[in-house]
């Protein structure tokens, strides 16, 4: 083994032959500036659509819910307006009749 002194400084002549000379730091600044370009975020979006940023509505979750519920009431209602239509067509068809029936006897009354 071969003895290497790094930091001791030696007063004997022989191993100041040892001695290892002064160590230079390494320059970092190569390497640093790299790592901090690489690490730039780079804008990768010039435009930001803000309907995508947009958070939903507070009622979102409430209308999915409910929409199971409205899909059902909606046929009812759909059934219930057509009834109404049909008893109201059913109305005028016995009033017409009856102002027909009415006219038939006013018109065999004058005659």
């Not at 100041?16 to 975020?41: I, Y």
Request: aromatic share 2%; proline share 6%; glycine share 2%.
């Amino acid at each position: 083994r071969e003895l290497k002194l790094r930091n001791y400084e030696p007063v004997d002549e022989e191993l100041k032959k040892r001695k290892l000379p002064q160590a230079k730091p390494a320059s970092v600044e190569d390497k640093v500036k790299d790592q901090l370009e690489a690490a730039k975020p780079e804008p990768i979006i010039d435009e930001v659509d803000l309907s995508n940023l947009a958070p939903r509505k507070p009622d979102w979750d409430l209308k999915r819910d409910v929409a199971k519920k409205l899909e059902k009431l909606e046929k009812r209602t759909q059934r219930a307006i057509a009834e109404l239509i049909r008893e109201r067509l059913r109305g005028q068809e016995e009033e017409l009749a009856s102002a027909v029936g009415s006219a038939k006897q006013e018109g065999s009354d004058s005659d």
